[in-house]
T-cell receptor, first 109, second 112 residues
Framework: GQSLEQPSEVTAVEGAIVQINCTYQ??????LSWYQQHDGGAPTFLSYNALDGLEETGRFSSFLSRSDSYGYLLLQELQMKDSASYFCALSRSYQKVTFGTGTKLQVIP | DVKVTQSSRYLVKRTGEKVFLECVQDMDHENMFWYRQDPGLGLRLIYF???????EKGDIPEGYSVSREKKERFSLILESASTNQTSMYLC???????????FGEGSRLTVL
């Protein structure tokens, strides 16, 4: 089956920049989206790429390269509250949304 | 903004009890989904629905059923809860065309 691979854990310093990668092995999808999930909470939508390139939303940016089969989420000016899990998702059709394995981000002082 | 609302945030039930989880979305989305999320296993699809009264099994439908009587409402039913159904249950609906999922707040179910 299709899968999206992400690093399981990332640690970064408050105020720094961190990049979370998502690699996939599929084609013919509508777009790649990113979600944030705090412990015990529900996933909240962060960003979406339908086309190749960079999408910027405040401190968060997301990038997609279909030719290289990967995307990433970039978090700038990290804050302690950014400590959470982040996962990517590929939308291929109405019933085929594939989710990444999730990356647990720890922001340290 | 898309709003997906789940009826219960936290539930504690006993083995064998019937459990009813309800999800309502206010964006007139055709597609709705129920997932369960467990540590180390990520999101797993239980059932989805692409129209009123239409449903399809996902990857782990055993022990669950669903109901979609109205477009905005999608319910997950555990006819006889078991301890291995202790989990976080997430409802989602997807936008048309891009099929971008939006999630409800989640329902954390504990079966004793």
């Amino acid at each position: 089956g299709q899968s999206l691979e992400q690093p399981s854990e990332v640690t970064a310093v408050e105020g720094a920049i961190v990049q979370i990668n998502c690699t996939y092995q599929t084609s013919g999808f509508y777009g790649l989206s990113w979600y944030q999930q705090h412990d015990g909470g529900a996933p909240t939508f962060l960003s979406y790429n339908a086309l190749d390139g960079l999408e910027e939303t405040g401190r968060f940016s997301s990038f997609l390269s279909r030719s290289d089969s990967y995307g990433y989420l970039l978090l700038q000016e990290l804050q302690m509250k950014d400590s959470a899990s982040y996962f990517c998702a590929l939308s291929r059709s109405y019933q085929k949304v594939t989710f990444g394995t999730g990356t647990k981000l720890q922001v340290i002082p | 903004d898309v709003k997906v609302t789940q009826s219960s945030r936290y539930l504690v039930k006993r083995t064998g009890e019937k459990v009813f989880l309800e999800c309502v979305q206010d964006m007139d989305h055709e597609n709705m989904f129920w997932y369960r999320q467990d540590p180390g296993l990520g999101l797993r699809l239980i059932y989805f629905s692409y129209d009123v009264k239409m449903k399809e099994k996902g990857d782990i439908p055993e022990g669950y059923s669903v109901s979609r009587e109205k477009k905005e409402r999608f319910s997950l039913i555990l006819e006889s809860a078991s301890t291995n159904q202790t989990s976080m249950y997430l409802c989602a609906s997807t936008t048309p065309l891009a099929y971008l999922p939006f999630f409800g707040e989640g329902s954390r179910l504990t079966v004793l």
